[in-house]
């Protein structure tokens, strides 16, 4: 199926740049009448460590899997430092997956995991000995190469896995989920880990997850995917903060959404007409949109003031009810319910706050917003 | 398992696995020692037909241990070459069963849930219907005037009929058709809990299916291989329905001489001796089997 583009793919083996080293071009898969990945273009940089970042079901691990050669592509084609992947078998590619639970072979010791994949190539004895060596050294598991995966913890087995995986030396590693087998209490400092170790060995990465904080903390850049199609690409501070889409916005941390009409244009500000606020609501980016657009208008809750007293400078300000305040340690989450009924949600650090100015369950307050503070976002 | 064990306080785990306990001790364990009790009796003829091991008379026990059956067994050239014989037919059957059935296996796990639950229901169907009736409908393929013969000969195939009825070709051909589903579904039962991600990973590190297969799937199934050929082995050994029906004269097998022992000669304790000599030389390959079981067990701990 892969040959149905036919514009000679397997003839351009140029050598890549260092901004395409892997090209992922017009690829689509389909599962029976399910598209599982539409049409995908993405370039990820040579030693990039790229996330691909959705819910289940958004195509991500689809793609990861087309990516490993364990599924054929029913269209595009996938590049890797100029060389077409897109019909080469999973066991000739210079890539290497680490799985979600590992799949390591419970039959052999740590050792013979990590010196499989060598042992196929064919490598000398005495190399494959200080390979997998090195590799254990690696990830800090030389003192248990004689255990079997089982009498290993979760955390354990991830460095295992991790050294089966690089130990080959691929262009291209493949993290599955990377933490979802692991405790809620060891991922971050496995994810910083992970990194180091990813960033040592000089290796580009692509890895799948649904889990936006890892995401942001390992990788270079992001890829947001949804229905089977990639929403937004960027570094975690461009997807965070100049979300391309709604669902984009919604899916990276959490927001409040305003429907609104832009009413009024200035050079530096747009005026827009939200029925669900009292007075206009002003806008200092966006420039682009015509006056009449209906435009959604994302403001994030760490970036809303709640007091009890009118707020001096700010653009936008309304005012509300508290009805819900949770206490998270460094910060407080406020729910509002505004005069026109909507609820909005409001997070303040928690040290900022004396506590005479701290709003309370049921207090009415003001809730306020800086005019830069609002993305517009085309649905 | 060790979840289990903490839950269970110890009269519970008494009161369940004494049921079993006590089903196999009466079914199984007295049984035979009653046939050990005969192995070394002498033959007499009346109701039983053996005499007692221990008479009180007159304020003396006696005690009589005859080795009459097993001195015959060692001497009779005959009675070695059936175990030998009835040895190595097993034997053949069982790498039969696994060379036709592991293929088998292996497609049924790898199928698609639906085609799988058919293609199960099909591998047990034969059950649904007695052995005997089974093993005459070989006859009916396999004699000379049969459906097999007659097929190939209207093709063209053939001349004159294929001698298989009344051979041992026609006993394997039985012996293999019989067991075949004992050695299938235990082995499926181990393939189909196989993680495809295992094979994933190895053709991901390199590995080309074939060598992906030796290396991952074969030996993390070979327990399921071990149960499998147990099952078809051990009972074949003591087989007599099939190779009396299908087999020759000459297709000497342990089954056969039992019988004979038991309803022609009506020499209990030879019959007896016979059966206890049989039941040691499969110790050897059950004890085999539970050591593996075992040392299984140990490594997941």
């Known amino acids: 199926m892969s040959e149905t583009l036919g514009n000679g793919h397997r003839s351009s083996a140029q050598s890549a740049g260092p901004d395409d080293f892997v090209q992922i071009i017009d690829v689509a898969k389909r599962f029976g009448d399910v598209m599982a990945v539409r049409q995908v273009n993405l370039n990820v940089r040579r030693n990039e460590l790229f996330a691909l970042l959705g819910s289940s079901g958004c195509g991500k691990s689809t793609l990861l899997r087309m990516l490993a050669g364990f599924e054929t592509v029913t269209s595009g084609r996938i590049v890797l430092d100029g060389e077409d992947l897109t019909d080469v078998p999973p066991y000739r590619r210079p890539v290497n997956m680490m799985f979600q639970s590992y799949a390591l072979f419970p039959h052999m010791t740590v050792e013979a995991n990590v010196a499989f ?92 997850t649904h889990d936006q904080e890892e995401a942001m903390t390992m990788a270079d850049r992001i890829a947001v995917m949804s229905d089977g199609l990639i929403q937004q690409c960027g570094t975690p501070q461009e997807v965070y903060e100049h979300p391309a889409t709604r669902f984009v916005a919604g899916f990276i941390g959490s927001t409040n959404f305003f429907q609104g009409r832009i009413v009024d244009e200035a050079p530096d500000r747009v005026m827009l007409d939200v029925a669900e606020l009292p007075h206009a609501m002003v806008v200092s980016h966006g420039v682009g949109e015509s006056l009449g657009m209906e435009v959604t208008a994302s403001v994030r809750p760490e970036k809303i003031v709640v007091t009890l007293n009118k707020p001096a400078r700010l653009d936008n300000w309304t005012r509300g009810e508290v009805v819900h305040v949770a206490y998270l340690g460094s910060h407080l989450v406020y729910q509002v319910r505004l005069e026109s009924g909507k609820v909005v949600e409001a997070s303040m650090p928690s040290y900022s706050l004396l506590d005479e100015h701290k709003a309370e369950l049921h207090d009415e307050v003001y809730v306020g917003w800086s005019a830069d503070a609002v993305t517009l976002l085309r649905e | ?53 221990a008479e009180f008379e007159e304020g003396v026990l006696r005690l009589t241990l005859s080795l009459r059956g097993y001195m015959m067994l060692l001497s009779d050239s005959l009675y070695v070459a059936t175990y030998l014989n009835s040895l190595k037919m097993a034997a053949i059957t069982t790498v039969c069963c696994i060379l036709i059935g592991y293929p088998l296996a292996y497609c049924i796990a790898r199928s698609n849930p639906r085609t799988r639950n058919f293609l199960l229901f099909a591998v047990v169907l034969p059950f649904w219907t007695s052995l005997l009736l089974r093993v005459y409908a070989w006859m009916g393929i396999l004699r000379n005037d049969g459906l097999l013969n007659n097929v190939l000969m209207a093709l063209g195939i053939i001349d004159s009929p294929l001698e298989i009825y009344r051979t041992d070709l026609a006993v394997y051909i039985g012996l293999v058709y019989a067991y075949l589903p004992f050695f299938i579904l235990p082995l499926y039962a181990h393939l189909v809990k196989l993680d495809e991600r295992l094979l994933e990973a190895a053709y991901d590190l390199g590995a080309r299916p074939w060598r992906a297969f030796l290396s991952v799937t074969l030996p993390l199934s070979r327990n399921g291989v071990i149960a499998g050929a147990m099952l078809v082995f051990i009972p074949t050994v003591g087989e007599y329905v099939i190779p009396e029906l299908l087999g020759g004269a000459n297709t000497l097998m342990i089954g056969r001489i039992m019988w004979t022992e038991f309803f022609n000669n009506t020499d209990w304790p030879m019959a007896a001796a016979v059966t206890c000599v049989m039941v040691l030389l499969l110790l050897v390959p059950l004890a085999l089997f539970q050591y593996s079981g075992v040392r299984e067990l140990e490594e997941r701990r």
């Open chain 1, 117 to 208: 994949g060598l042992k196929q190539e064919g490598t000398p004895r005495n190399e494959i000995r200080d390979r997998v060596h090195a590799a254990l050294e690696q990830v800090q598991m030389t003192q248990f190469a004689r255990r079997k995966p089982g009498q290993l913890s979760g955390g354990q087995q991830q460095r295992v896995a991790l050294a089966r995986s690089l130990v080959k030396r691929p262009k291209l590693l493949l993290l599955d989920e990377p933490m979802s087998a692991l405790d809620k209490q060891i991922r971050q400092r496995t994810q910083i880990e992970l990194v180091r170790i990813i960033e040592e060995v000089g290796v580009t990465c692509i890895m799948v």
């Open chain 2, 1 to 53: 398992m060790a979840r289990l064990h903490s839950r269970l306080s110890a009269r519970q785990r008494v009161l369940a696995i004494l049921p079993p306990y006590v089903w196999l001790v009466l079914i199984s364990l007295v049984p035979f020692l009653l046939v050990v009790k005969i192995s070394f009796s002498e033959m007499e003829f009346g109701i039983p037909p053996y005499t007692p091991l």
